[in-house]
């Protein structure tokens, strides 16, 4: 796999794959008319620079380390409305944070071709909003396209659960190579458990058995046992998701988009799951095609 789809461009890159990806459903749902369709962009943000006014980069553990070389980009909620040819019945955008909440009220407001009454935007945590949209999936006749882009661990893994059997297609951004494999230090004794347990769904000896190795030493006292970090950490980050992903969904990317930053280093991971072999071809045609390039 090639990784020149590094630097500044992986937002781009992010949003431009799952774009296509949007345009490819409407296009299938479209032969599906007794499915309503839903949009649910559960960190919609509305795209924006993201430094602090010193210039300096934001960094916070449960947030998120945002990465570098993000400039002003036009957001996935902006590029999913603009779309003329095809839309989805019902659009939800949800995001904790006020200022974007009144920002995506005015992109709404200014979008003629979607009637504004299709456009839900809500002030809330996206885990809360998921456990809704979970329980609308299971009564009715709905199918969802969910967007999961936090730069953090926010995605709390009892929220996801909940899908299963739904009709519903997932995107999700996996902080692979920043937060999570952060959270696992090199002697094994990690200060944040209950995040980890939370973002995996796993109890905590699960995830240490998956991430260290016991390593026999031989010492002055005879023979000792310690513990290491196992190489290639971010791999395993995303094969243990992958697993989780699939106690949920029929199926999931098995090579996702990686994105890198302007050192080559795998930053992010943007998976797909869904209960359908044919879209989870159509997601794999997309990244495979992007990751390319
Ligand atoms: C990476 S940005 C989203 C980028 C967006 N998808 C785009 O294309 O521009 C993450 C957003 O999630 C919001 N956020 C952070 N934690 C959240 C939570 N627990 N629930 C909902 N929104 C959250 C932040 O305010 C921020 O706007």
Redesign the pocket.
Known sequence: MSNNSWGGQW?EIK?DAFIKYVRAYLTIMKKYPYWQTIYF????????RVRDRQGQQILDLW?GEIPEDIDV?K???KRVLEEKDLSFDYYYF????KE?ISSLEQIANNTNHISRNRIIIRE????AQLTKLASALSKKKLAALI?L????M?IIWDSIQQLKKTRSDIWILIPSGVSINRLLPKNGKTKSKKVLEGFFGLSYDEIHNHFYAKREDLTLFGQITNEEKIENPIDKIISLYQIQLKKIWTYCSHEPLILYNSKKAPIFHLIFASNNEKALKIANQIISKRQRK
Not at 149 to 152: A, E, I, R, V
């Open positions: 937002t949003l962009d559960g960190f919609a943000g509305v795209g924006q947030e980009y957001g996935a909620s949800i995001d904790k944070d974007n809330d945590d996206c885990n967007f882009d936090p730069f953090g926010q």
